[in-house]
């Protein structure tokens, strides 16, 4: 056995999400959130670029020794499919291994809202996937396209940097283009998949202005487009797409986002009370009439109100998701006020 697929066999008995091998430290676990080294010797910068030189195909190391910086995807004996991101820290590279799983969960088990199940059903429109890293973006966004794989006949296109699931054909076809693999850009990849007749269009991180009036156009014109986007929160999320353009070209994308979103969730996970797992706390956007007008009138600071009283319709507040996790004894007092946007929301529903 490898070295590598021995630190992968460890992390996989640990239950860990990620595994991270950094110069000059013993390999590291995360485990429910939190940061385990292993009973290990440090590891060198040799061993590193040892490793390094056995993973990567001749284009990826040209790609690596250009942008210093790599994200691919490796199927492992031991652990399955793996993500793995490869950087550089004081001229040595290092790396950070993301478990991706081999069978997607239930949404119940996921902790994601059922009003998400009828946001994607619609038949065009944008559903983004928001959050901070190692939020569990993909997992919901994965979670999404085998839902419309069970449930729908049509063709969908995912374009992933780097793909972490492989599905299977099942109701749908399922075509996945990774990048760098299959295309050489976000970009590039979505200049040309509206011309391969996709119904659902799945799209690993909107990141580039050429992207996102992409994905919008796509929304606007029949398709379902499901994407992620870091963002901490459904505010800062439109409002960073909106803030990628300028003059007139912002004033487009406005409308286009006032007439094409179908929803946005923000979400992130917290460690429960018992250390043993993470829970999901989130919030939920609905795109009714109320928040179409908001985006159009560029009025965004009233999204939150909007959220507030939108219970009927699905919404949810993060503070709302919090107070509930908390509520059910999923996660502790102390977590919930320390993630909450307006901690007295926590504090009062205490007293």
């Avoid at 021995?6 to 996989?12: E, H, I, K, S």
């Avoid at 003059?247 to 917290?270: D, F, K, T, Y």
Wanted: charged residues 25%.
């Amino acid at each position: 056995m490898s070295l590598i697929e021995l630190w992968l066999q460890r992390a996989v008995e640990r239950g860990a999400s990620d595994l991270h091998l950094i110069c000059g430290s013993p390999p590291a676990f995360r485990v429910n959130g939190d940061v385990v080294l292993d009973d290990a010797e440090a590891l060198r910068e040799m061993d590193l670029r040892a490793l390094l030189d056995g993973m990567l195909a001749p284009e990826q190391r040209e790609a690596f020794e250009r942008d210093w910086e790599l994200c691919l995807s490796l199927q492992s004996p031991a652990a399955g499919r793996v993500r793995v991101t490869i950087y550089r820290r004081g001229g040595s590279p290092e790396f950070s291994v993301r478990f991706c799983g081999e069978q997607i969960d239930a949404r119940e088990d996921l902790g994601l809202p059922e009003k998400l199940d009828e946001l994607v059903r619609r038949p065009n429109g944008l559903l983004l996937i928001t959050g901070p890293t190692g939020s569990g973006k993909t997992t919901t966004l994965n979670y999404l396209v085998d839902l419309i794989n069970r449930e729908r006949r049509c063709k969908i296109i995912t374009i992933e940097d780097p793909i972490e699931f492989v599905h299977r054909n099942k109701r749908a076809i399922v075509v996945q283009q990774e990048v760098l693999t299959d295309t050489r850009s976000f970009g590039k990849a979505l200049i040309h998949v509206l011309r391969q007749d996709p119904d659902v269009l799945a799209i690993g991180e909107l990141r580039e202005r050429e992207a996102i009036t992409t994905a919008l156009t796509a929304a606007e014109t029949g398709h379902l487009v499901l994407a992620t986007l870091h963002s901490p929160s459904v505010l800062h999320a439109i409002e960073r797409i909106v803030g990628t353009f300028e003059g007139a070209m912002q004033r487009q994308v406005v409308l286009q986002l006032a007439n094409g979103l179908q929803g946005v969730i923000c979400q992130e996970l917290l460690p429960s009370m018992d250390r043993a797992r993470r829970s999901m706390a989130y919030e939920l956007l609905v795109a009714n009439m109320a928040v179409r007008n908001v985006i159009r009138e560029n009025q965004l600071h009233m999204l939150d109100t909007i959220i507030q009283t939108g219970g009927r319709e699905g919404m949810v507040l993060f503070d709302t998701s919090l107070r509930n996790l908390y509520g059910r004894c999923q996660i502790s007092y102390e977590m919930a006020m320390s993630r909450a946007r307006q901690p007295d929301r926590i504090a009062k529903s205490s007293t």
